[in-house]
Each structure stands twice: as structure tokens, then as C-alpha cells.
């Protein structure tokens, strides 16, 4: 039947009269996920109360499913004993990203020390960060390929994990390593005197304990796998790693690429004061806000050397198409990286691509806006100083496209470019990209102005 | 072991010298998920040529991989009968996004009577776009629940689906009501005279079929499930969902979240020629420009009315910041409207907080820059005209304060705005509130540049 789901406000009602026993007793029939949701959206105060009140299995399930930022929260003083305890009551992937969350790295390595079951949890800790290594659970059902298949059956009858068990996999004896897995059917319907290499899928999708966790989520989602085998540099099986992971890292990544294009940290939190958000926000706005006033600067010479104040009502035009141009190829590129839709392509091609299109669609759009200004001046009789109408209209044009035409480079050469030195083409490119094209939007129009008052 | 993998220059080179047979053999060996990448890094020509020499088996498979813009590419001269048997050969819901994403309504609709099991398919097709219904498959393995776990082994035995099977649904007999899942080991290992209820997970979580399928994958990604039933609205199985099409959700869900917030629709593909992206991205920057040209006219009013060129140079450093924290605010919003981090949140705190944190952000910038303004100004000795430096300096901060906090309460309130009105809320926020922000930092510079001048 569908889960039983306590609503916030009868929580903090419950909270508030200070019937903790009705409110544990429902909690006992909520799933960890719900009851987890429920302590994010609590005050810090009520949080660590109704957390320090949780049974030690009911704990350590909640545990697992709060987000980062509130971990550090519930365990802050919980002595490190206590927090081994849970730790060891979880599946060893998830205790390893409950000890990566923390923000102490002492007590991290004390919480480990002090677990009965730290074998799995610290191998896992020394691979990289967001590796497969790090999103594998080592609980694996693994046997010898040439065991009875009788003898499966028992062991797999015996077996009880954490996690459901879908598909066992068959290890030659000799060398360690992985040869294929069986899914449970398979094994329970094979014939009587068959072995479990007999059952064997042999055509199966693999990744390296070292493979990052992007490609590993790109490689599931291409080959509509629900669980991998993880092996190490001689293929022997260390872990699995299951579609839930995958998806949390799916999540993650897109949440990590929005937050890094328009540079709000994905850090950030409900229960975030203003001001904490403030500060999160504001190294971007900081770097914004120079360019600014250095743009200032540009219009300012802009206006002592042409002498004409009318250029400069075209700047914001010039600045916004520039910008997103810029923008709309960067977003592009990124995505086809991070996706891996590439996997196939070249990529030289696509920097080609986009200038085209961003040539294109300058020409287009200076032609438009040219005209426009040219009419718009011509009507009104506006006095446009030093230049005519027909010259001012050529001029903003002229510099939409220049600038356009960049943008759409820079915006694609930029996270191309940052990919190949290895770093995350997303964190760096969308505050760079936009504050970099605001200023060679103004750059380039000076410089057209310029030209154009010369000749 | 490991899937082979035909290189694209490898099969570019089997195509110029017209080696098709080298060609399909290497394609046998292959996974159609590789075959369908192949595909999509091809030409035109080349694809269509090589996709119609793939026999059906194969066809089938790589038709279901392949990306939706290419899948009308492939079979638009294909005859309906032909594309019907392709579609004979999928799961249901292959069968019913190929037939969706065909452009052509009235092709689909031939392909879907000529098809022989047409049934299911014809039956999801009435669902809803983007629901549970048109998610699922109908390749469910349902047994009454009172039947005796031997005839539920033998049935699974003979059971040989297209997707892996890993649990058993329990059906009451009278009703039709789902009664809960057995997983396929528990089955094998329940005593011999056990009925299927006494194999069964009672605790499971479902989802309706009309249920939108963001919803459905944030239940997934909630309560780490990897398959989940689907119930219609008298609780009887209608089908079930897996992960593998969750992690597609996902993965359109972030794509398009990403590419409305540019403006840069994802329905691009690689060998869209430039002039093509150029159209797709066009609306947008046709938007911007007119909002530009208004921008201008602001302006130019705004040197009419003060005669005091220098107030232009700083209207760039005031579009940016407002629109940065415009982009900020409503990026963060819409992440948290799409994901569901706010189910247990009251949006109207995240409205007040989000305005909070934009008026201490533009405290911080507009102190900051007014000063540097000042300082700026009074150092080179500039010509300020009607204006000393002191109230320019003022001018300007007041401004970027102003233009702040509108920005991140406009950002907060259209994405939440249109979701409360049940539009998606990355569809129109992002050029919406960026052009927005544009026009409404310079109409507030407009006004405070106004009211300081006249007292």
C-alpha cells in the first residue's frame, strides 16, 4: 500500500505541543526519503532534536537520504561512536558519501576508524572523488563460473543484502576475473545439471572502478542498463553500481551546469539566510560589476573621441545581442560535451558551425537594426552630431555583427577549449563567456565607431 | 565481453569504397545503441542509404536508439507497411514515442492501423503527452495473487519478455486491483506450498498513469526505485515504468530546462547547417533586439531630458547587474520548482527571501560602485555637467540597488507565477525575464536619474 506521508504542519503542530512519542510513532511507518524531506523543511533547532530522537536504525536510514548540506547539520555533535554505528548499519557507498559530506575531514577519518565494517568504506574512499569507485556499492553477488548451478541457487537463497538483488556474476576461479553475469531468472530456470557459466550473459556493459561518474551515467543511459559491473585495471569485479545512483548523478551534473552558467552556486539551501545567498552569489557580481565600470570607461573615451553623445544610446543593444549570442552557443557546446553527444564528432567542426551561425544571424540582425535605427533617426529628425543617419545606421549594424560574429566563437571555443585542458567545461564558462562579450561587445563598437568617423 | 565499436572514419572509409557488405557485418556485432550514434555522425545520404540496407531485426532496434530528430530523417520515404513491422517488433513504448515523434500525424496514424499489435500501442497513445502513460511499457508479468507459487515459477519459466523481468505483480483475482510485487528471487525462494501473497512486497511505491512524468522521476530518484508499477484510477496495473526511461527523462528534462533558459532550442542536431541554428535561435535574439531599440530610445530620452552625456556611460554596468541577478534568482527557482525541492515548502518564504538577498546584494554593489564612481570621477577630473561626482556617484548606486532588487523578485516571481498557472516554468522564464530586466534597469535608472536631477 502507498506510504503513510506526515504533512509539515501537522509535524510542527505535533512539534509545538511537544508530543514527540505520536510524532516518532509516525515516523516509524514513513519511508526515510519522506522522513528526511520532512527534517529539511523543519527549522535548524526542531532538525537536530527530532534527528537526535530517531531510533539508531531509523537514523541511519534518514541519514542517507537527507541532502549534503543537511548532514553536517545533524551529525555536527554527534559523538563520533554513535556516528560509526549508523555509518556501519549502511551500504558501504552510502557511508562513504556520508563521510565525504562531512565538513571535518578529523572526524571523518575518526568516524572510519571507529566502524566494525570500515574495510569496503575506506578502500572506496581512496578512489577520486566522483569516480565509479566512489558511486559503487562492493555488495556484489559474485561465484565461481563453474559452480553447480544448485549450489547458486542455495548461496543466492541464503544471500540477503541491503539492496535487491537482480543478477549474479560468474568469476573465473583461476584469474579473478569478471566473465559475465546471470540474471536471477536465469539462474533459477537453467537446467538442473547446468553450471552458472552455462546461465552466463556474456554480452554485457562494464565500467572501470577510475571512469568518471558522468561517463559512467552516460554510458547507462545509452545502453538502458539498470545495474553495472564495476572492475578494477584486471578486470576483476570490485562493485556494481545501480540505476538510483545514476540518476542522483544525472541530477547533480544538470544542477552543477545551470548553477555554474548563470553563477549561483548549487550550494545554496532552503533554510539559507538572505545574506548567506548573498555572499554565495557574489564573487560572479563582483566580477560583473569591474567589467561594468570598466566598460564605462570604453563609452567614456567612445565619447571624447567621436564627440558624439548619440553613439552611446546604442550600446545596450549592441551588448545584449552580443551577450546572448554568446550565451546560446556556449549553452550548446557544453551540453553536447557534457552529454557526450559528440562521442562521434569532431570537434573543430562545431567551432565552425557556430561562427557561421553566429556570422549569420549578425548580419542578419545588424541589417535589421540598422535599418531600423536609420529609419527611426531619419523620421524623428534627430540631430546624430559628426555623422549622418544613413552612416550611424551602418555603424551599430556593422558593430552587432562584429560583435555577434565573436560571440559565437568565443561562446563555443571557450568550454571546448577548457575540456581539453581537463577542466569542467561548465564551471568556468558562463560567467567568463557573458562578461567577456559585454566587454568585446563595446571594444568592437568602439573600434567600428572609430573606423567609421575616420573614413 | 566489451561491445565492439566501428569508428566513424572506419565506416566512412567502408562507404567511399562502396564496401556495404563489410559494412552490416561490423554492424551485427555491434550494440544499436553504438549503430544508432554511428548513424546520427553520418551525412544525410549516408544514413538514410545505410538504414534502409539493415535488415528489420536490426532496423528495429536502431530506430529505437536513435536521437527524435533523426528518426524522421531515417524513415520519412519509408513505406507505411515497412514502418509498421519495425514498430511490430518494439516494446509498446518504443513503439509509441517513434510514432510521436514522427512529424507527420497522418503517417503515424496509417503506421499505427497497418500494425498487428496495435492494442497497447494505440491505447498509451491516448494518454497524455509527457505522462506515466506514454512513459510505460505494458509488458507487465501480473499473476492473481492467490495463485500457488509453482504455477507462478512455471509461468515465469516460459516467460520470455523483451525487457528483463525482475518482479512479479500480484493481481486480486476479484477486483483487478493491484496488490503488490514479488521479486523474482523471492519467488524461487518461497516454500513450495506458499501462494504468491505470501511472496509479496506490500510496501511498494506506484504511480498513476495520468501522473506527469517529472513527477514520476522524482519518485524514482526519491525512493531509489529502478521499476515502478503503474496503476490507472481503480488501482488496477496497467504497466510498469524502468529506469532506463527515467534517466531519459532526466537527462530532456535538464536539456531543455538549460536550452529555454538561452533561448537555444535542443531540438538542434549536429548536422543542422548553420543558416538552420541561425532560425532556431532567431526568436530570441529578434526579442532582444527589439528591446535593445527600446533600450536606445530610453536612453536617448534620458540625455534629452538631464543634457548630460555622462549618465550614459553607466548604463551597461547597470543592465548587467540587474540582469545577473535577475538570471540568478530565477534560475534557482525554477531548479526548485522543477525537482521538487519545495514539496514540503511554502514559496511564497523563497519569494521574500529571494528579494531579500537581491536588496543586500545590490546594497553591497551599489555602495560599492557609487564609491568607485566618486572616486573615479573626482581623481581624472572629469566633466560631470549638471551633476558634481558626489550625486552622480549616488545616482548610479541608487540605480544598481533599484534595478537589483526588482531583478531577483521579478527572477523568483514569473517562474513560480507560471507555474501556479501550469505553464512550464523554464519555457518562458529565462528570455522572458532577461529582456525584461534589461528594459526595467534602464527605465529605473531613467527614474532615479530623473528625481535626483529635480531635487
Redesign the interface.
Request: glycine share 2%.
Given at each position: 500500500?502507498?506510504?503513510v506521508k506526515l504533512e509539515?504542519d501537522q509535524c510542527e503542530h505535533l512539534i509545538k505541543n511537544g508530543d514527540w512519542a505520536a510524532l516518532l510513532r509516525a515516523i516509524q511507518d514513513m519511508?526515510p526519503?519522506d522522513t528526511a524531506?520532512?527534517l529539511?523543511?523543519l527549522d535548524a533547532k526542531d532538525r537536530e532534536r527530532l534527528f537526535k530522537l530517531l531510533d539508531s536504525e531509523t537514523a541511519s536510514e534518514v541519514l542517507v537520504?537527507l541532502d549534503a548540506p543537511f548532514v553536517d547539520d545533524v551529525v555536527d555533535d554527534m559523538p563520533t561512536d554513535k556516528l560509526a554505528d549508523l555509518a556501519d548499519r549502511m551500504a558501504p557507498d552510502d557511508a562513504v558519501r556520508i563521510l565525504t559530506d562531512l565538513d571535518d575531514e578529523e572526524k571523518s577519518a575518526e568516524v572510519l576508524a571507529g566502524m566494525k565494517a570500515s574495510g569496503d568504506v575506506s578502500g572506496m574512499m581512496r578512489y577520486g572523488c566522483d569516480s565509479a569507485g566512489q558511486l559503487m556499492t562492493t555488495e556484489v553477488f559474485s561465484m565461481a563460473a563453474d559452480c553447480p548451478i544448485r549450489q547458486v541457487?542455495e548461496a543466492?537463497?541464503n544471500y540477503e543484502p541491503t539492496d535487491?538483488?537482480?543478477y549474479v556474476y560468474a568469476i573465473d576461479a583461476e584469474t579473478g576475473k569478471l566473465l559475465g553475469l546471470a540474471?536471477?531468472?536465469a539462474v533459477?530456470?537453467a537446467g538442473l545439471n547446468a553450471t552458472l557459466r552455462d546461465a552466463l550473459e556474456?554480452?554485457y556493459?562494464?565500467c572501470h572502478v577510475n571512469e568518471d561518474q558522468e561517463h559512467v551515467?552516460h554510458k547507462?543511459?545509452?545502453?538502458?542498463?539498470?545495474v553495472m559491473p564495476v572492475v578494477d585495471e584486471n578486470h576483476r569485479l570490485v562493485g556494481r553500481i545501480?540505476?538510483?545512483d545514476?540518476?542522483?548523478v544525472?541530477?547533480e551534473?544538470?544542477?552543477e551546469?545551470?548553477?555554474a552558467?548563470?553563477?549561483?552556486p548549487?550550494i545554496?539551501r532552503?533554510e539559507d539566510s538572505?545574506?548567506a545567498?548573498?555572499r554565495l552569489?557574489?564573487p560572479?557580481?563582483?566580477v560583473?560589476?569591474a567589467?561594468?565600470?570598466v566598460?564605462?570607461?570604453i563609452?567614456?573615451s567612445l565619447?571624447q573621441v567621436t564627440a558624439n553623445?548619440?553613439l552611446?544610446?546604442?550600446?545596450?543593444?549592441?551588448?545584449?545581442?552580443g551577450?546572448?549570442?554568446g550565451?546560446?552557443?556556449s549553452?550548446?557546446t557544453i551540453?553536447g560535451i557534457a552529454?557526450g553527444?559528440?562521442?562521434?564528432?569532431r570537434l573543430g567542426g562545431?567551432i565552425v558551425?557556430?561562427v557561421?551561425?553566429g556570422?549569420?544571424?549578425g548580419l542578419?540582425?545588424g541589417m535589421?537594426?540598422g535599418s531600423?535605427?536609420w529609419l527611426?533617426l531619419t523620421v524623428t529628425g534627430?540631430d546624430t552630431g559628426t555623422l549622418n543617419a544613413v552612416r550611424l545606421g551602418i555603424t551599430v549594424g556593422a558593430a552587432m555583427f562584429c560583435s555577434m560574429g565573436f560571440a559565437s566563437s568565443f561562446g563555443a571555443f571557450v568550454p571546448m577549449t577548457l575540456n581539453r585542458l581537463g577542466i569542467d567545461p561548465a564551471v568556468a564558462a558562463g560567467p567568463f563567456v557573458?562578461t567577456s562579450n559585454?566587454l568585446s561587445a563595446?571594444l568592437i563598437y568602439f573600434s567600428v565607431c572609430f573606423f567609421m568617423l575616420r573614413s
Open positions: 500500500m502507498p506510504h509539515l519511508d526519503a524531506d520532512l529539511e523543511a537520504e541457487r543466492l537463497v535487491p538483488v537482480f540474471s536471477v531468472k533459477f530456470t556474456r554480452d556493459v562494464h551515467a547507462f543511459r545509452k545502453y538502458d542498463v539498470w545501480t540505476a538510483d545514476i540518476m542522483d544525472l541530477h551534473e544538470a544542477d551546469d545551470l548553477a552558467m548563470v553563477g549561483a548549487d545554496e532552503d538572505p545574506f545567498i548573498a552569489r557574489f560572479w557580481l563582483m560583473t560589476m567589467a561594468g565600470l566598460n564605462s570607461i563609452i567614456k565619447l553623445a548619440t552611446a544610446i546604442f550600446v545596450p543593444a549592441i551588448m545584449a545581442m551577450g546572448n549570442t550565451m546560446q552557443s549553452a550548446v551540453r552529454l553527444q559528440r562521442a562521434y564528432n562545431l558551425k557556430e557561421s551561425a556570422l549569420l544571424m542578419a540582425c535589421i537594426s531600423v535605427i527611426f534627430a557573458t559585454d563595446s
